[in-house]
């Protein structure tokens, strides 16, 4: 229908999509992750955990103990279980 607004965000929040991804068990260690400079997004270190992540962008996610990079498929409307969380990415490489 001409006129009709698309109901889906542009974009979401950075530390909002790792936790809705199951990257991180929090929220707020999403947005820790984001602001120490461990995520880079499209090749860009991320130093807020507000940076705008729109889908088909490629997240690079250093952890403790390997290298995660995941395409973003989707934003999700809340945390859910690991099926519906892995429906989120695309995991295009892991390293460690």
Same mark, same amino acid.
């Given at each position: ?21 199951? &990257?991180?068990?929090?929220?707020? /260690?999403?947005?820790? %992750?984001? !602001? *120490?400079?461990? +995520? ?12 705008? &992540?729109?889908?088909?962008?490629? /997240?690079?996610?250093? %952890?403790? !103990? *390997?290298?995660? +990079? ?27």
């Amino acid at each position: 229908m001409p006129g009709t607004l698309d109901a889906r965000p542009a974009s979401t929040r950075l530390d909002t999509w790792l936790w809705r991804a199951r &990257v991180v068990k929090t929220r707020s /260690l999403g947005a820790k %992750l984001a !602001r *120490s400079g461990h +995520v880079r997004v499209n090749g860009r270190r991320s130093a807020t955990a507000h940076q705008p &992540v729109r889908v088909g962008d490629v /997240l690079t996610i250093a %952890l403790e !103990r *390997s290298v995660r +990079v995941l395409r973003v498929t989707a934003f999700g409307e809340r945390r859910g279980p690991a099926t519906e969380a892995s429906a989120l990415f695309e995991d295009i490489g892991v390293d460690g």
